[in-house]
């Protein structure tokens, strides 16, 4: 069965779905989106993820056409169309249609239903190793469409024989291009808590973690990298993805350590009482 | 009669144009554009056009899909087709359908054919007032689709009684949202030469302009706008427009200058020459 979509109140297969060229989010980059999964047939932390789509739309001045309420039974549907026990859903928002392509009148809102691609299992068994770009996203809080840069990156993480990147900036880390960035020091689990876009899975962790290690959200240094015992990647498809190289640093010993292991097998566990 | 746009290859009504939702404009911002007139049924400045969007296309990793000379022909297609003496043409390249949403395979390319929005009289005759922002566009040399900050400050522009908004940064000034700037100083003309996209009709102007005046390419600081006679802004749309009011600046005696006036009428016996 095919992959359904909602857009501006239409539900069709997604491969159906077309945007017009006036759209703000094709002609301005003015567009912001989410992305999640569903486990057991429900959408996974879906408080959480609406109230962040919905601080991204208010940070970008676009009226959401749909509640809470209303959304959560298009979601329902698109599941049940896909005929896939679980989907991941991506919202996607723009400035809509403009005659004179630059002046907002009504937002185009999409919910497409997807396939999950779940991250690759030799990268939770050995490690990622990820590149170090000088760079702080613009508004880097909201999850707007923009990712102009990892994009130009592309190359170069390829040659590196790298999966990601590592943005810092005057000697503080943030961010990777998609994903938040944890420490494993000591007992410490430190993470930065600016200049990044503030992942549901990153507060999950930290909620899953707090009964057991000392939780220190606070600006990072590339310096503090010479301190970790492990560094993880946290995101909706990486969950917790351990980092074994940054840049030329090698993290300890180079290999998947075992506070990575539990916190994942932990995330797991919480997935799968859903 | 309808305006046609090609896509991919394609010929149809701009308005039964859709883009899939897999496109990377759309999903990461990740997208180029330029934007151009025709003069007595010709493209206007074709070859400075066609120049800079390949180049801003190569800086972005996108292999254009046709050549200079495959392009044209389509551009007199959707000319005719038109029905109208004059439009304006709209490149749009993005990154293409990416099954993953992130990988670029194949870039898409649309050639839209548009209605020629003139600027209005009144902003000519009384000139327009800009707020001050301070930001440098990302890659600013390239004409990449990244408007977001221009289109939050929409609201802060209207709020203010202005039109558009000029950048600066560190003391330095820029160009406005999507056009260049020039100072008038005594018998000099004044623009900056770095962290802008550098405009055909800014080239256009200084060549129109070399023979009577001196020609000064260079960093501007905010402080030299107390110096100025006159300011303008161009750009295609633009052509050259003057600014009387930056910020709470007022340029001279904030009417519209003599200078303005007589490199506009040179812009336009020029376009006129076509």
Redesign the interface.
Known sequence: MPYY?YFNGVITP??Q?????T?????????L?DYFLTYGGKPFQWDLYWARFQRSAER??LPLPLTKEQTYPILMDLLARSGQPDVAF?F?M??GYAP?????VTPNL?I?S?PI?PTPDWQYERGIRVILDEYVR??AEVK?????????L??TIREAGAQDVLYHKDGEISELSRSNIFLVIGNRLVTPNRNILYGVTRRTILDLAKADFQLEKRPVLLSDLYEANEVFTTSTNKKVLPIVHIGDLQIADGQVGPVSKQLLARFHAFTGKQ
Chains 1, 2 share one sequence.
């Not at 759209?23 to 567009?31: M, Q, S, W």
């Not at 004179?100 to 907002?104: A, E, G, L, R, Y």
């Open positions: 979509g997604v491969d779905i077309g945007v017009g060229v759209d703000l989010g094709l002609l301005r980059g003015y567009g989106f970008m001045n991506r996607l723009t400035g004179d392509s630059i002046s907002i999409l497409l997807e691609h613009e508004m707007s469409t923009d990712y102009k840069r990892v994009m130009l592309n190359s």
